[in-house]
């Protein structure tokens, strides 16, 4: 299966919604890399109806990165319809579905009520979802968890396709877990016999060849890599490669230099800030000599031009 409703997509490697990373350089190098789908950061629906110019900022994308989904959060199923109303009314042709988020278990998550508390709540998701799918004809897609405390997921995952979601997402951990332990890939395979939609598996694809092994192991239809990318986009060409089965190809130090160099060109093109680019690099700084001093300069930096001088003197 490689569609999402009617949204065709030419791989099975998405690139996970990530605060803090997923802005749309990074998404641009993603797709360059090989991701077939990418998302947004979660995104305030709220913010979005008071017409936040930091979140309409976010909103921002380019023609190098689509297909796009935006993923939203929040607990107010009105919130959401309004919201998915108001982006295809002023950002027309920017995004091809729409994502429900309810799998944040940070503690701002937590007291706002929004992200993975929502798994406690299977029929507000589903309410949540109803009008994303009323406000657009564009496919309508969740990201969730076991559950917060115990397992919900099944239940919620009925409640998203009677709603008429498109495709779930689920990383097989429960919320108050965090990162902790293993995700539990049996959960998605679970998952994927229950319902008749696409599955996308999320969770611990560590390394490249986890891809194809989580998709063999679960049937999952596809596989989202979050973390693993994190200032290496070069992980999405080696995952396809896993998952094609053919022969990884080798991240060396000078194709991790190209890339790097090629997310500040992408950087310095959309205009982001060095809050936008930090950290990615604080990510890139692994694994190399002197990676610890690295990590910190790069933490240090307070301009784009700071950041790319540390980068220059690593890696000339």
Known sequence: MNKIGGLKLSGGVFCAPMADYTNVAFRVLAREYGAALVYTELISAKALLMKSKKTARMLSVSEKEKPVFLQLFGSNPADFGKAVSLVEKKFEGNFV???????????????????????????????????????????????????????????????????????????????????????????????KKEVKIPVIGNGDIKVPLDAARMMKETKCDFVMVGRAAIGNAFFFKQANCA??????????????????????????????????????????????????????????????????????????
């Open 97 to 191: 579905g729409y994502d429900l988020n309810c799998g944040c278990s940070v503690p701002k998550a937590l007291k706002g009520k929004y992200g993975c508390t929502l798994m406690d709540e299977p029929q507000i998701v589903g309410q949540i979802l109803g009008e994303m799918k009323n406000a657009s004809d564009k496919p309508v897609t969740l990201k969730m968890r076991l559950g917060l405390s115990h397992e919900t997921f099944l239940e919620v995952a009925h409640e998203a396709e009677g709603a008429g979601a498109a495709a779930i997402t689920l990383h097989p951990r429960l919320g108050e877990e965090g990162y902790g332990g293993e995700a539990n890939w049996e959960k998605i395979l679970a998952l």
């Open 243 to 316: 998952v094609m089965g053919e022969k990884i190809l080798v991240r060396t130090e000078k194709e991790s230099a190209i890339e790097a160099k090629r997310f500040l060109e992408l950087a310095k093109e959309y205009k982001l800030k060095v809050n936008d680019v930090r950290p990615y690099f604080i990510g890139f700084a692994k694994g190399f000599n002197g990676a610890a001093i690295m990590r910190n300069k790069f933490a240090m930096s307070k301009t784009i031009e700071e950041i790319e001088g540390v980068l220059d003197l690593h890696f000339p």
